[in-house]
């Protein structure tokens, strides 16, 4: 499968943003898909994670409440919903997925993503 993530901009506090990831190829159900984030000079930390079917979340303490991360496989794509946005939510986001997982299960280690899209930016101004 191939990632392909969009959606992000320049956006002020408070505002909300979705962000999609676009997957291609067959059987996108299969696997378990992450949003993970990059702040200049920080380590990636992964914000959301779901299972196959989307039953399962799992979410960064920070942005609890703040984030929906969901899916429709129907369309092969991810989204990450957020809203009530910081200046430390500013990064660049990448989806990941890996597949071979069991359902319900969430993948909370970014390490353990195969396959990555590009990042796309997010900038919340104050």
């Known amino acids: 499968v191939q990632l392909q993530a969009f959606g992000g901009g320049l956006v002020q506090v408070g505002d909300s943003l979705r962000l999609s990831c676009a997957a291609s190829?067959?059987?996108?159900?299969?696997?378990?898909v992450g949003w993970v984030r990059q702040a200049p000079g920080k380590e990636r930390e992964l914000v959301a994670a779901?299972?196959?079917?989307?039953?399962?979340?799992r979410y960064k303490d920070s942005v609890k409440g703040r984030f929906t991360i969901s899916r429709d496989n129907a369309k092969n794509t991810v989204y990450l919903q957020m809203s009530s946005l910081k200046p430390e939510d500013t990064a660049v986001y990448y989806c990941a997925a890996r597949d071979r997982v069991v359902t319900g299960q969430v993948v909370t280690v970014t390490t353990q993503y195969e396959t990555w899209g590009q990042g796309t930016l997010v900038t919340v101004s104050s």
């Open positions: 190829g067959r059987s996108f159900s299969n696997y378990a």
């Open positions: 779901i299972s196959r079917v989307g039953r399962v979340t």
